[in-house]
């Protein structure tokens, strides 16, 4: 199993943004489907979140892409656009207090994420001979969660492990799971 994060979205640093459908520049994307045609092997399903920074890559990479919701990154509610620094302090404590089920926001909780991940990996067990044969264009916090599906955990153990593991993944990488 390929998992494959999108090319740099055209957004501010420093702001926050997870469901939010952002676009990606024209050089970016160029520049990661030159590198990923070059690594990737051919012929593997290629499954992907239908956001644009996802689905524009996985338009280039397959004929033929599987888009599925279960994929987009996880929904921050009120915080999404807004810069880090603008969220009250309380609120990202609250958040670091109760990382599984706190809803940053108002919007979605890790652990709601970890359930819809941990779904589309059985179903991709099960719809593929090889369930790990396929490529997964997606995002950095679903990139966690499918590596910590992958190790066997539960749900909510996904979601402390994806919660707890570095977020240093680059825009355009790959993880080989």
């Given at each position: 199993m390929i998992l494959v994060r999108h090319p740099q979205p055209l957004v501010a640093p420093g702001v926050c943004y997870g469901r939010t459908d952002l676009a990606v520049a024209p050089e970016h994307l160029e520049q990661t489907l030159a590198a990923l045609r070059a690594s990737l092997p051919a012929g593997l399903p290629l499954y992907s979140s239908p956001l644009r920074r996802c689905a524009e890559l996985a338009a280039r990479l397959s004929p033929a892409p599987i888009y599925d919701e279960r994929l987009v990154e996880m929904d921050f509610g009120g915080w999404e656009m807004q810069p880090w620094d603008?969220?009250?302090?309380?609120?990202?404590?609250?958040?670091?207090?109760?990382?599984?089920?706190?809803?940053?926001?108002?919007?979605?909780?890790?652990?709601?994420?970890?359930?819809?991940?941990?779904?589309?990996?059985?179903?991709?067990?099960?719809?593929?001979?090889?369930?790990?044969?396929?490529?997964?264009?997606?995002?950095?916090?679903?990139?966690?969660?499918?590596?910590?599906?992958?190790?066997?955990?539960?749900?909510?153990?996904?979601?402390?492990?994806?919660?707890?593991?570095?977020?240093?993944?680059?825009?355009?990488?790959?993880?080989?799971?």
């Open positions: 603008a969220i009250p302090r309380a609120d990202i404590d609250a958040w670091a207090g109760d990382v599984v089920h706190y809803r940053p926001g108002g919007g979605e909780s890790v652990l709601r994420m970890a359930e819809r991940i941990a779904d589309f990996y059985a179903d991709l067990q099960r719809q593929q001979p090889c369930g790990s044969d396929a490529i997964i264009v997606c995002h950095a916090g679903a990139m966690r969660l499918l590596a910590a599906c992958h190790t066997g955990l539960a749900p909510a153990e996904m979601a402390l492990h994806a919660a707890r593991a570095a977020h240093n993944i680059p825009y355009g990488s790959t993880l080989v799971l």
